[in-house]
C-alpha cells in the first residue's frame, strides 16, 4: 500500500483516523490503535516478514535491557549486550538484502557453487533496521532511556508514516512523544496540509517525470540520441527527488496529525553550490546515521578521516543496493567529497555562486546514471551517449516533441525544487498574524487549498498507470 493510492486515503488513512480521534480516549489507546493499523499497513503487502520485524525488535528489546541493567557495575556485559543485538539486527539485513549479491561474486570470482537464497527483500528492512540500531546505540550512550514496553518500542519501529521508505527517525527524536504528545486541529492541519503538498509532489511532478524517465531511459540505445538521454537523465534527476522528498513530506504531515514531530529529510538540495553541501540537504537522515553512529565512532575527523569517508560512502552506497552501481555511486561521491576537502571546496567558494552552483548540478546529475543503471554495459554506453560518442544523432523529431510538449512542466518543476513555496508560507504566516480577520482569512484559505490539492491529486491518481515509489526498494 503506497501514501499515493486511493486505498490509502480514501480508506485505511480515513478508518485510522476515525478510530485515533473518536474512539481512542487515552494516549494508551490511542498507541494501540497506530500499532494496530500500522501492523496493518505492513502487512497489507507482505504479512509474512510482519514476524522478522517483531524478532529484530524483540532482539533489541532485551538487548537495552541488559545494556541499562549492566552498564554501571558490569559494562562488559553491557557492551556485549550492545555488540549482540547490533551484529543481529545487521544481519537480517545482510542475509535478505546482501547475501545473494555477496554469494554470486564469490562463485563468479572462485568458481565455486554456492546456493543462492532468493529471498525477497522485506519492505522497509533498511530503515527499520537503522532504526532499532539508534534506539540500543542511544541506550547504551545514555542519550535515550531504556523502554520498559515492548509495544511502545513496536510502535515506534512500526509506526506507518515513516515505516516504508523513512526519514530515519532516530528513538530519541520521539522517546517523550510516544508516551506524551499533543495533537490539536491547528498541528493536524498543518500535517494534512504537508500530506497534500508532498501528494502532489509523487502523483503530478514525480510521476510525469518519471515516464518521461523510463521513455528514454529503458529504450533501445541504439535509437537514444544525445538529447534523448540528456532530457531522460533530466527527469530522472527531477523523478527522484519528487518520488523521495514527497514520501518524507507525508511522513512528516502524518505524524503531525497524529501528534509527532519527525526530522526534516530534505532541505532544496539542487539549490546547493558543492556536492558537501548537497548532502547536507539530501536525505539529511541517513547522513545523519552515518556520521552519527559510523563516521564519529570510527574516529571521525580526529584520525583517518579519508578512510573513514571511504568506509562510509561505501556503505552508503550499499545501503541503497546490492549492486555493483550502487557501490560506484557510493566511491564517485567518496572522491568528490575529498577532493573538495583537500582543495576544491576553496575553489568553489571563490568562484560565481551560479558557476558553483552549476558543477553541483552536473555533478549531481551524473551520479544519478549511476544509481540508474545496474546493468554496467548499459551504463557505460549511455555515458556515451551522454557526451556524443558513437553514431547517436544530437536530436530527432520524438525529442523534440516531448521537450515542446513538456515544456511548462520542466519550468514549473524547476521552479518547484527552489526555496519560492518557503518564502510564500513565510509571507502568509506573517499576514495570518496580523489580526483576527487575516487568521481566519489564513484559515479558510488553508481549507479551500487543501480540497483543491485533494481533488487535483485524486485526478492524477485515477487517470495514471504510473504510480511507483523508487524508494521502497532500499
Not at 185 to 204: E, S, W
Not at 293 to 306: Q, S
Not at 362 to 388: A, Q
Request: aromatic share 20%; glycine share 6%.
Amino acid at each position: 500500500m503506497v501514501f499515493s493510492s486511493l486505498v490509502f486515503i480514501y480508506a485505511f488513512l480515513s478508518i485510522t483516523l476515525i478510530l485515533y480521534f473518536f474512539a481512542a480516549r487515552t494516549i494508551q489507546q490511542k498507541n494501540v490503535v497506530l500499532l494496530i493499523m500500522s501492523l496493518i499497513f505492513y502487512a497489507w503487502g507482505e504479512p509474512k516478514w510482519i514476524v522478522l520485524m517483531l524478532i529484530s525488535t524483540g532482539v533489541e528489546y532485551f538487548g537495552a535491557l541488559l545494556v541499562e541493567r549492566y552498564r554501571e557495575e558490569r559494562p562488559a556485559i553491557a557492551k556485549l549486550s550492545l555488540g549482540v543485538s547490533v551484529t543481529v539486527a545487521l544481519s537480517f539485513l545482510f542475509i535478505f538484502k546482501y547475501f545473494d549479491f555477496f554469494t554470486f561474486n564469490f562463485n563468479q570470482t572462485f568458481g565455486t557453487d554456492i546456493k543462492l537464497l532468493g529471498l525477497t527483500l522485506p519492505i522497509g528492512i533498511s530503515f527499520y533496521t537503522f532504526q532499532t540500531i539508534t534506539y540500543i546505540v542511544d541506550v547504551y550512550r545514555k542519550k535515550a532511556e531504556v523502554q520498559r514496553s515492548y509495544w511502545n518500542l513496536l510502535l515506534y519501529v512500526s509506526m506507518f508514516p515513516q515505516l516504508i521508505a523513512g526519514p530515519i527517525v532516530k528513538y530519541v527524536d520521539v522517546e517523550k512523544q510516544l508516551t506524551s504528545r499533543t495533537y490539536n486541529g491547528r498541528k493536524a492541519g498543518d500535517g494534512v496540509f504537508r500530506f497534500l503538498i508532498g501528494l502532489t509532489k509523487k502523483a503530478i511532478f514525480a510521476n510525469i517525470a518519471g515516464e518521461m524517465a523510463t521513455q528514454f531511459l529503458d529504450g533501445d540505445f541504439s535509437e537514444l540520441s544525445v538529447l534523448g538521454a540528456w532530457i531522460g537523465i533530466l527527469s530522472y534527476t527531477l523523478q527522484i527527488y519528487f518520488d523521495f522528498s514527497a514520501y518524507s513530506d507525508m511522513a512528516i504531515g502524518l505524524g503531525k496529525i497524529f501528534g509527532f514531530d519527525y526530522p526534516e529529510n530534505f532541505n532544496y538540495p539542487y539549490i546547493a553550490k558543492s556536492v558537501s553541501e548537497f548532502w547536507k540537504r539530501w536525505h539529511i537522515s541517513l547522513t545523519t546515521f552515518f556520521r552519527e553512529y559510523l563516521y564519529i565512532p570510527l574516529g571521525g575527523n580526529r584520525r583517518h578521516h579519508v578512510l573513514n569517508l571511504l568506509i562510509v560512502w561505501a556503505f552508503t552506497g550499499l545501503w541503497h543496493g546490492a549492486s555493483w552501481n550502487f557501490i560506484l555511486w557510493g566511491l564517485y561521491y567518496y572522491v568528490l567529497i575529498v577532493l573538495e576537502r583537500l582543495f576544491l571546496g576553496n575553489v568553489l567558494e571563490k568562484i560565481p555562486g551560479f558557476i558553483s552552483h552549476i558543477y553541483t548540478l552536473l555533478t549531481v546529475i551524473i551520479g544519478w546514471v549511476f544509481f540508474y543503471f545496474d546493468d554496467m554495459t548499459r551504463l557505460k554506453t549511455f555515458f556515451g551517449i551522454l557526451v556524443g560518442v558513437g553514431d547517436h544523432p544530437f536530436a530527432n523529431i520524438t525529442d523534440k516533441t516531448v521537450l515542446i510538449n513538456h515544456i511548462l512542466f520542466f519550468v514549473l518543476a524547476i521552479i518547484a525544487v527552489t526555496p519560492v513555496s518557503r518564502l510564500i508560507k513565510k509571507y502568509f504566516m506573517k499576514f495570518t498574524e496580523k489580526g483576527n480577520t487575516n487568521k481566519l482569512i489564513g484559515d479558510a484559505s488553508m481549507v479551500v487549498a487543501s480540497l483543491f490539492l485533494l481533488f487535483i491529486n485524486t485526478a492524477a491518481i485515477v487517470g495514471s498507470s504510473y504510480n511507483p515509489f523508487l524508494y521502497f526498494r532500499f
